[in-house]
């Protein structure tokens, strides 16, 4: 891989962790993901080989056993897995970025020993932030803590929560108690195995389909002062400025794996795939190249504006959220417009599933409606550049 070439601007040190990832990539998560997709199952065995080469504390500071790795390292990572399976992309992006809530807490208790666990690949985690009352609205929980002078209880009903069945913690959000507002919240950590913990069955979806992404209701739960991961009412700007970079980041870089490999097997398809009546090839028609090159051309400047996304957030953070938010619809867009044309440059082939196209369609569709889904992350973009509060 040449490093000055990659559009997010790799430097040396950064190369081999994303050609240790390529080589999981390709050699795991390429194996299982037709099946993943096709039973809707957890896709174990990519998560496991990210487990054993460290990958799960891939942002985490060297002091607890992570990577100490930057945003851009961890754009180029998700990119490789989500060419060869995308729930599992997904997966490790909500993992990483509920990671970097428990890395920046300074009210959890034993963090370093968490963070440890996490970066030797034994634990696993997630965000339950989307709540059933205020649907995509994942900045404004209905569920709110009651509060004792030791301890909380608190009743949610998470609408959708990634590696429900699997992850070890879930970083979720309620209100604080007796909150003035649904932006008053405050996030803390809670175990899947702690009682009152209820996940309802399987996760069904278009894709993203070994995503795990279940419904998960929390009836009573006990969270105990060392489990608040932020000040109480302190939570949406942990929200907003811890995980919403590191969502958007992964989730374009993912968006950005999809289209890639959507041009990948077209440019194959096209190449070898022959009329015999006549000895032309699909690359020898004109509008099939034309397509083609549409696809190459959307995911270059999209790949290219996430490049710029990351050189702002690293040297001017105060102003990086509009290349941040523009970064994200440009992915989610290009993702879902560049499967579509690899549907039609590739036809029959991909329609009926010879080629992994229409999986890569239904994975970028599921991309789009993550909140901030695609009309909300418009409706930032235009907000913040008419002078307008995003809230
Ligand atoms: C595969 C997958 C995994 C997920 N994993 C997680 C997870 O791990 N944790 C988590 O917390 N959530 C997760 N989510 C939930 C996700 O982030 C959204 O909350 C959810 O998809 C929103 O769906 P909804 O039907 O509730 O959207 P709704 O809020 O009902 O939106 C319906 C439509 O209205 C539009 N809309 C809504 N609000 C506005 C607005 N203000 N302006 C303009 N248009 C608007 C939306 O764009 C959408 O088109 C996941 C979702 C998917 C698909």
């Not at 199952?41 to 100490?68: I, M, N």
């Not at 959708?160 to 950590?189: F, I, Q």
């Not at 950005?256 to 077209?266: D, F, K, P, R």
């Not at 036809?347 to 239904?362: D, I, N, Q, T, V």
Request: charged residues 15%; contains cysteine.
């Amino acid at each position: 891989m040449n490093a000055i070439l990659h559009p997010y601007r790799l430097n040396a040190d950064q190369v081999p962790f994303v050609a240790a990832a390529s080589q999981i990539a390709t050699t795991v998560s390429a194996e299982y993901a037709t099946e993943v997709d096709k039973l809707g199952r957890f896709p174990t065995e990519s998560l496991t080989a990210l487990a054993k080469g460290r990958f799960w504390g891939l942002l985490l500071p060297q002091t607890v056993g992570g990577s100490g790795q930057s945003l851009r390292t961890f754009a180029a990572v998700v990119e490789e897995l989500a060419q060869h399976c995308a729930s599992s992309a997904m997966i490790y992006v909500m993992h990483v970025s509920a990671a970097q809530v428990l890395a920046a807490s300074e009210t959890i208790a034993a963090k370093d020993d968490l963070l440890r666990s996490i970066a030797s690949g034994q634990h696993l985690t997630t965000l339950a932030f989307s709540e059933a009352g205020s649907r995509s609205h994942f900045w404004a929980p209905m569920s709110e803590f009651r509060s004792t002078a030791s301890e909380h209880t608190v009743s949610a009903h998470k609408s959708w929560v990634t590696s429900a069945n699997h992850a070890d913690s879930y970083v979720s959000s309620s209100r604080k108690p007796g909150a003035s507002s649904p932006m008053e919240s405050t996030l803390y950590l809670v175990e899947r195995t702690s009682p009152g913990v209820h996940i309802a069955g399987p996760f069904d979806g278009l894709g993203l389909r070994g995503n795990d992404s279940s419904p998960v209701k929390l009836d009573n739960v006990v969270i105990a002062d060392g489990a608040l991961l932020t000040r109480q009412g302190e939570g949406a700007g942990a929200m907003l400025g811890i995980v919403l970079p590191t969502f958007v980041i992964g989730t374009a870089a993912m968006a950005h794996g999809i289209a890639l490999s959507a041009i990948a097997h077209t440019r194959t398809h096209l190449i070898h795939t022959e009329f015999q009546h006549t000895g032309e090839r699909l690359r020898d028609l004109p509008t099939l190249r034309a397509r083609f090159a549409d696809m190459v051309l959307h995911t270059e400047r999209s790949r290219n504006l996430l490049g710029f996304a990351l050189d702002a957030i690293e040297k001017t953070p105060d102003t990086a959220m509009l290349p941040v938010l523009q970064a994200r619809a440009s992915s989610q867009d290009t993702a879902l417009a560049v499967t579509d044309l690899g549907m039609q440059a590739t036809g029959g082939a991909a329609f009926s599933k010879h080629l992994p196209m229409e999986r890569h369609l239904r994975d970028a569709r599921a991309g789009w409606i993550m909140a901030p889904t695609m009309d909300q992350t418009r409706d930032f973009i235009g907000k913040a550049m008419l002078d307008l509060p995003l809230f």
